[in-house]
């Protein structure tokens, strides 16, 4: 990216370029949502975590705050939201939601909606321990950049598996999260993705 990404300018790009239409999935028996917090300075951050190393799933990894829909959740929207009051203590009051990126499919059977929202700037965090083990603000011009992301291919039960992988600082980001990341990237950013 040659010129600065501002707050002002990734809203305008979120707005003007929806995500690509993809033929829907049925829908998952097992749904989930994420909150892909940007935080609302003149150069916006991305609002990480690190889950927590004791969880029996995906300990130790870098995520979006965000879990499974609960049978009182009205929509995927208010999973994401509680998800994040309860791993991050980031009250729903504080966010404002600007949309979704299309569903992706987790290794675990779930089919999990990123919505993207904007947060306040210089918040205090309330991380779960059982949950969080660390959160982490990455600059978003540098989460968006698309050459910051390595592809790896797996191969298993017959089935090809592309899977992205970066690094900031000492957070090893990949995974759903870094497809999370390039997906947005390459909503706002299409121009870099067409070379």
């Given at each position: 990216m040659s010129s600065l990404l501002t707050l002002d300018s990734f809203l305008t790009r979120f707005q003007l370029q929806p995500p690509p239409i993809v033929t829907p999935a049925p829908p998952a028996r097992r749904q989930a949502a994420v909150l892909v917090p940007v935080v609302a300075r003149q150069q916006p951050g991305?609002?990480?975590?690190?889950?927590?190393?004791?969880?029996?799933?995906?300990?130790?990894?870098?995520?979006?705050?965000?879990?499974?829909?609960?049978?009182?959740?009205?929509?995927?929207?208010?999973?994401?939201?509680?998800?994040?009051?309860?791993?991050?203590?980031?009250?729903?009051?504080?966010?404002?939601?600007?949309?979704?990126?299309?569903?992706?499919?987790?290794?675990?059977?779930?089919?999990?909606?990123?919505v993207v929202a904007i947060i306040p700037p210089d918040l205090r965090w309330y991380p779960n321990a059982d949950e969080v083990d660390a959160i982490f603000e990455m600059p978003?011009?540098?989460?968006?950049?698309?050459?910051?992301?390595?592809?790896?291919?797996?191969?298993?039960?017959?089935?090809?598996?592309?899977?992205?992988l970066s690094w900031y600082q000492d957070y090893f980001v990949w995974g759903m999260t870094a497809g999370i990341i390039r997906q947005l990237s390459l909503q706002v950013m299409p121009e870099l993705n067409a070379i």
């Open positions: 991305l609002l990480l975590t690190r889950r927590a190393l004791q969880l029996r799933k995906h300990a130790g990894q870098v995520a979006f705050p965000g879990g499974m829909r609960d049978a009182s959740d009205i929509s995927l929207h208010v999973t994401a939201l509680r998800e994040a009051h309860e791993e991050i203590g980031l009250q729903p009051r504080q966010v404002r939601i600007i949309g979704t990126l299309p569903a992706v499919s987790s290794s675990t059977g779930f089919q999990v909606t990123p978003l011009q540098e989460a968006l950049r698309l050459s910051r992301y390595a592809p790896l291919d797996i191969h298993r039960g017959g089935l090809h598996h592309r899977v992205w």
